[in-house]
């Protein structure tokens, strides 16, 4: 989280503690999609536990938290575990829609109507967030599923990215016909050409035919 202490040290953690937990369940059973969807949610929740738990440990770290988002395909479908502003989006044939939620003041206000998405753009708190990971002792993470039918991509980015440039430059360039780390740092550049005022992390997946 941009503004707090060791945001970058959250970040790390947050993934070493969701990963550690995931690689702890029981390898010799089979999981049904609720059952993967309730473990990447669960992961989400021990992070969130674990970093505050580290903070409290160090008073250097006091404060600090980070945006997170998780996903896994499960054949045709998309299991997301989300927290915070980071996006993710997929990206279909013409079209990209982000599928999850901006845990963030100005945009609660936009949904319910009190603010424009223009008057977002500028609000005094278009930085304030009202759900993170590590900041508070217990979170709750949006846990949903997402048809893939029709994606060629998924993307996830931080607000480094989606603040940069409009969502139709996006499209344009994660449906280019290269690498995904070519298509990844295509985004990263042009979200810098247009300033690069924060961190910019992206990464895309690739949905060939049926997922898998």
């Known amino acids: 989280m941009g503004g707090h202490s060791a945001g970058e040290v959250a970040s ?55 945006t997170f988002s998780a996903c896994t395909i499960l054949g045709n479908t998309l299991a997301v575990s989300h927290v915070g502003d980071s996006r993710i989006y997929t990206i279909s044939p013409g079209q990209i829609t982000q599928i999850t939620a901006d845990h963030a003041y100005v945009e609660e206000m936009v949904a319910a109507g009190h603010l424009t998405p223009e008057q977002a753009k500028t609000h005094p708190k278009r930085n304030q967030l009202t759900r993170s990971l590590g900041y508070e002792p217990e979170v709750i993470p949006d846990g949903n599923f997402y048809d893939l039918t029709n994606v060629h991509s998924i993307l996830l980015c931080t607000d480094g990215l989606n603040n940069m440039i409009m969502d139709e430059e996006i499209l344009t360039l994660v449906s280019q016909n290269t690498p995904t780390s070519d298509r990844a740092q295509a985004l990263v550049d042009a979200a810098n050409k247009q300033g690069g005022v924060d961190n910019i992390s992206v990464i895309i997946i690739d949905v060939k035919g049926e997922a898998h």
């Open 12 to 66: 790390q953690k947050s993934i070493e503690y969701s990963c550690g937990f995931i690689r702890g369940a029981p390898t010799d059973e089979v999981y049904s999609p609720d059952e993967i969807l309730s473990l990447l949610t669960k992961a989400t929740i021990y992070a969130n536990k674990s970093v505050n738990d580290h903070a409290a440990d160090n008073s250097d770290f006091q404060g600090m938290g980070t």
